[in-house]
């Protein structure tokens, strides 16, 4: 009897502790599904932003003979402060154009975006530089180069030059290549005067630019640049000799491009 009697309180308490879990289960359940308030707080809060680059331009003149007009595109954040840029771009002109052609171009304010310092100068004899005749051989204007480079503290220079400025360009790529960081030659002049093995001891990164329209100094150069042992070639499709202003979406992608994979 007593046996008896203990298994059906054994029983009981069973059923009942079964009936309990059923009911409870369903909470403790959702208990452990929802996050605890901190996890909440953390899936609350939004990513940080990304900084913002802002764009910074000015314009100035160096001294000397002659003196150098330029414009400056500085990536600067959101209070203001300047970005230690990633490279520093030095755009030459052809002789139809001036520094203000990068600037309504639009190619200063997108190099500065993108992290670059863009430095753009008149040439001598252009724009706001007065001539000289002190840039009658390839070393004056080398040294002209320089001294722009050194002046305004540009370390990490990569020099883009269209056209004519090849006169003063190719003979400083020959010469002072250690110093540059990049090359990027649209149709310049001044490349059939050097040999094959002066273009083959450059180790310089070079963007051969060229539109395909441009059957006399753009398939020119293109020809004599391509001995240089690192380029690559963006050619421009329905482009004339000023490749970049009849294309600027394309050139424009292409000279990013080409920075990115810069060191």
């Known amino acids: ?20 879990l059923y009911l409870l289960l369903p909470s403790i359940r959702q208990g452990s599904m929802e996050p605890s308030l901190e996890a909440q707080k953390l899936m609350a809060t939004p990513p940080p932003p990304f900084p913002t680059i802002n764009v910074s331009i000015r314009t100035g ?32 002109h052809g002789q139809a154009f001036t520094s203000k052609t990068w600037e309504e171009l639009g190619t200063m304010a997108l190099l500065a975006t993108n992290g670059y310092q863009a430095l753009a100068m008149d040439l001598p004899g252009y724009g706001k530089s007065p001539d000289s005749e002190a840039l009658k051989t390839d070393q004056n204007r080398v040294d002209l180069l320089s001294r722009f480079m050194e002046s305004l503290g540009v370390r990490t220079a990569v020099l883009l030059s269209p056209s004519m400025s090849g006169h003063y360009s ?94």
């Open 1 to 20: 009897m007593n046996f008896l009697r203990n298994r059906l309180v054994v029983l009981g308490l069973v059923l009942v502790a079964t009936v309990l």
């Open 61 to 92: 003149q160096l001294p000397g003979d002659p003196p150098l007009f330029f414009r400056e595109a500085l990536p600067v954040d959101g209070a203001g402060r300047q970005i230690l840029p990633r490279l520093q771009v030095v755009l030459l």
């Open 170 to 263: 190719i003979p400083f790529l020959m010469k002072n290549n250690a110093e540059l960081h990049g090359f990027i030659p649209i149709a310049p002049v001044g490349t059939r005067s050097y040999t094959l093995q002066q273009y083959q001891n450059i180790q310089t990164p070079t963007l051969i630019v060229y539109g395909a329209l441009d059957t006399n100094l753009g398939a020119q150069s293109h020809k004599n640049l391509i001995q240089l042992p690192h380029h690559s070639v963006l050619k421009l499709e329905g482009a004339r000799h000023a490749c970049y202003m009849d294309k600027p979406r394309e050139f424009h992608q292409g000279l990013l491009d080409f920075l990115s994979k810069l060191k």
